[in-house]
């Protein structure tokens, strides 16, 4: 998941179509990228991050290995992101 995601959580215009996706999510396994930590840990608005920091304190966590960028890459492909977050 990307922190784009997370982000629209707190997204006054969106919260309404996020919460529904977050309320959802509880029933699969959810995964975030290192990649996506280390943006939260970014985010210079020190209460939107630690509302990020809760959000995805209970996905796990996936080491960037290859398959996770094989993964990142298919995503793009599809139409998932862009290549400015590989």
């Known amino acids: 998941m990307e922190k784009k995601i997370i982000k629209i959580w707190y ?13 959802e999510i509880g029933n699969f396994e959810t995964f975030i990228s290192e990649i996506t930590v280390a943006e939260i840990e970014r985010t210079p608005d020190m209460e939107l991050r ?3 920091k809760d959000a995805v304190s209970r996905f796990s966590v ?3 290995t290859d398959a996770v960028e094989w993964v990142a890459r298919e995503y793009i492909r599809h139409g998932g992101s ?5």
């Open 62 to 64: 996936l080491s960037l």
């Open 82 to 86: 862009s290549r400015e977050l590989l």
């Open 11 to 23: 997204d006054k215009e969106r919260k309404s179509l996020t919460e529904a996706f977050f309320a």
């Open 50 to 52: 630690s509302k990020m």
